[in-house]
């Protein structure tokens, strides 16, 4: 086939040379061509506002190295935020703008009731997404963080839900975890006998996860407010979530790319660098959630990346040392795609298609990003070329320098289908293994008609 783009749009697609013309010309040489990657859950510099410019450049330059065109940040910016986003988020947004070079939205995170009296002022600044944390690292611990999330949280986000009700195109990313329950049933992780991974896992059951999914998911269905629960990790949350979307489809969920490739047997493999929060969950939980991607259930596969430091990851000891103690979180964006192509479709556990419409087409519609996730007429020319027979051993020195390069898990590995070529809006930005530039990122706003809601109080 033949693409044809004008102003920065799909405006037709023929077959190969029925349509003759004085056009500028990219070859494609046979391969496939898929739309641009959406990235429901990326992390843009966790903590370090100051940082936003730099951290929006360098990471966004690694997920268009991936096949990404298109990120939903989770905006968790520090304590600054505390007394409110409003005076805070349009220079942010210039900021990001100045660096970024991939299409991005903003996803602020809400943590106390002046946050959630700023939601409806947020929403008329184009933000159609904000983060919450139920209720992991509540109070003082997510304050030693840099994240914002006070005791009475259940009211925090019930108000939250009340205030984007009446917005049927407003959606809330929410980490569900019941940390009192973690307190509760298990203190500190101890090993006895177990791998790390599965002590730590040990520590967050997934009974955590549940608790807080099947609470958010009566709240949200009482509000009709869109609700998109975020990084289910296994089995038993999975079942949670698919029973909650039945009776109230205005729940979506993702999994992420190390729940699928990644279990807590590989503890000798990983160590501390293994840590993310909900926990790596066994074989049967990752072999779980492949089936539902297999089936398409899973609303998105979204990357949560967190790039962290080999120095954050040890903390001050060793690859086996105290995971208490160390930052969870990875920097995959990269090698997210072929990971997935090499690992599944190449071995027919699920095909390209499938694999698309949980990187792109879906994720695109969970957050009414219409403009995104299609190789249709009328959609952004946002395209990623591959060739699913080529493959090549990666390394980390020939990846795009972020903060988790200098500890990269997948070191060696042979992967087919790395982005041979990225563009974005028309324009190639990445080709043949390096960014090249040429066109710059810009702020996705979305624009709310107020719906009419009838409820009994």
Known sequence: MDVFIQDSKISGIHKSGIIKGDYEVYDGKGMLAIPG?????????????????????????AALAGGFTYLRCQMLVGLVSERGWVPLI???????EKSAPLDFSFNPQLGNL???????????????????????????????????????????????????????????????????????????????GKGILE?????????????????????????????????VSGERSLRAVLA?????????????????????????????????????RSPADRKALV???????????????????????ENGESKYGNIDKVSPGFDNIQVVLPLLITNF????????NDLVWAMSDRPSQVFWASQKGGISVGKDADLVLLDLTHHKKVSSDSLVRVGGNEWFLFEGEDLYGMPEATFLRGSLVYNDGAYIGGESGKYIRFRQSLKKVSRTT
């Open 291 to 313: 089936s539902a991607v297999a089936n398409r259930k899973v609303d998105s596969i979204s990357t949560d990346t967190n790039p962290c430091t080999k120095a954050e990851k």
């Open 37 to 61: 990657l959406v990235d429901l859950h990326f992390h843009p510099m966790v903590g370090k506002p100051d940082q936003l410019q730099s951290g929006m450049k360098t990471e966004g330059m």
């Open 345 to 352: 479709v190449k071995k027919n556990v699920f095909t390209i």
């Open 199 to 231: 002590a730590f896992s040990d520590s967050r059951p997934p009974f955590a996860e549940v608790l807080k999914q099947n609470e958010l998911a009566s709240l949200a269905e009482e509000f009709g407010s869109n609700v998109h629960i975020a990084h």
């Open 90 to 96: 349009e220079k942010m947004i210039s900021d990001a």
């Open 114 to 192: 002046k946050h959630v009296s700023e939601v409806p002022q947020l929403i008329t600044h184009g933000i159609n997404g904000f983060k919450l944390f139920f209720d992991a690292y509540r109070g003082e611990v997510g304050r030693k963080l840099g994240i914002v999330a006070e005791e009475n949280i259940r009211q925090v986000l019930q108000g939250i839900l009340a205030a984007i009700s009446m917005n049927p195109q407003v959606r809330l990313i929410v980490h569900a975890e019941d940390e009192d329950y973690i307190q509760y049933i298990t203190g500190q992780p101890k090993t006895g």
């Open 244 to 280: 909650a979307k039945q009776r109230y489809p205005n729940i979506t969920f993702e999994t992420e790319p190390h729940y699928l490739l990644l279990d807590y047997t590989m503890s000798k493999k990983l160590g501390v660098y293994g840590k993310v929060v909900p926990p790596l």
